[in-house]
């Protein structure tokens, strides 16, 4: 693949011609006082597929901020962005400057896909972890360990003990192992594929059955890559599932982004009456443009997040992510309505964490 790969960047290069991409397609610079729109766009050498283009803002001029678009659909707002096709087609992409005036100025361009990928296969499973052996995959994960309240004022002591793979099975089991109500006197797990595995775009997805009991609040979620350099929320935060003890029998999923946090407004509920005596799969689907969260039926999505214009405010997610399991105890949330002692140990069972690629 490699080769054949190279000499198909050294043929597009010379002739944009197996794309049928050239710089001249439909091709204009638009003048708009000072400010100027144009892009370029070129073949990415990969050895996963042919079909990878990596458009180049050319815009001049004093501007506010670019969008990108594919078809009338926003995807993003760097200047410099890399975009997958992976069926043959003609395709319209859009680059619009927006100018303090609050006038915009666009530049479009025609690209035709001359053929499939042929490594092309819709929806293929890029990762997983199935929890088939007796011990966590520590090239997939890190624990996180402490009492640190982690935030949201928990109660937890996370803990490298209370993670425990046996039988196809992860199962991160909360355990009272003081006086109870105070801050140490619980301990759990939380686990990350921070640094060894991080994900753009796709649907991700948990299939899991999940505790019960005031105080009790599992989670499964995403972290931007970058918190260790911009923090949070800067980084995007993306709550696939997380469920409070109290209220049972709902399911929420939340996006924080620095124009909402904490207690943001973006986020959607759905009832889930058995989750916890049975395994549902927890799953969200990421494209460059939405962001869908689903119970078991990725056709199905019970809430949809897409704003009409992406800022690095509102939409912090063009960048890669990290996965995160936990279950934590008490807490901001989980603990609104007090920790019932008597309900322990509880335990959150993961049956698999799949990724699914894009388009």
């Not at 990878?52 to 901020?65: D, E, I, Q, R």
């Not at 009272?176 to 759990?188: A, E, I, M, W």
Request: aromatic share 16%; net charge negative.
């Amino acid at each position: 693949m490699k080769t054949k790969v190279l000499k198909y960047f050294l043929f597009v290069g010379v002739f944009l011609a197996f794309l049928g991409c050239g710089k001249k397609s439909v091709a204009s610079v638009i003048n708009y006082g000072s400010p100027t729109v144009d892009f370029s766009f070129n073949l990415k050498n990969t050895t996963d597929s042919t079909n990878y283009l990596v458009f180049h803002s050319k815009a001049t001029g004093n501007y506010s901020y670019l969008e990108w678009s594919l078809e009338g659909e926003t995807l993003q707002q760097d200047t410099t962005f890399v975009y997958y096709f992976p069926k043959k087609g003609t395709y319209t992409v859009s680059l619009t400057i927006f100018l303090p005036s609050g006038d915009a100025v666009t530049a479009s361009k025609t690209i035709t896909i001359a053929a499939d990928d042929p490594a092309y296969v819709p929806n293929k499973l890029i990762w997983s972890d199935e929890f088939d052996s007796t011990a966590l995959n520590m090239n997939n994960w890190n624990y996180e360990t402490g009492d640190s309240g982690w935030g949201n004022n928990e109660w937890e002591n996370y803990t490298t003990q209370n993670a425990i793979v046996s039988n196809g099975m992860l199962s991160i089991v909360a355990r009272l192992v003081g006086p109870g109500q105070h801050v140490g006197d619980y301990t759990s797990s939380r686990i990350t594929t921070n640094g060894k595995k991080e994900f753009l775009y796709g649907r991700i997805e948990v299939r899991a059955k999940l505790p019960t009991g005031k105080g009790t609040w599992p989670a499964f979620w995403l972290l931007g890559a970058d918190i260790g350099s911009v923090g949070w929320p800067a980084c995007g935060e993306l709550d696939v599932m997380e469920n409070v003890g109290y209220d049972p029998t709902w399911v929420q999923g939340s996006i924080h982004t620095p124009s909402s946090y904490g207690n943001t407004v973006n986020f959607g509920r759905v009832q889930v009456p058995d989750c916890d005596t049975t395994f549902h799969i927890y799953g969200m689907t990421w494209t460059p443009s939405k962001i869908e969260y689903y119970i078991d039926d990725p056709s199905k999505p019970y809430y949809t997040y897409s704003p009409a214009v992406k800022t690095a405010s509102n939409w912090p997610f063009n960048k890669p992510c990290f996965i995160i399991l936990n279950l934590a105890i008490g807490g901001n949330w989980g603990g609104a309505q007090g920790v019932d002692d008597s309900i322990f140990p509880q335990t959150y069972y993961i049956d698999y964490v799949r990724v699914y690629s894009y388009q």
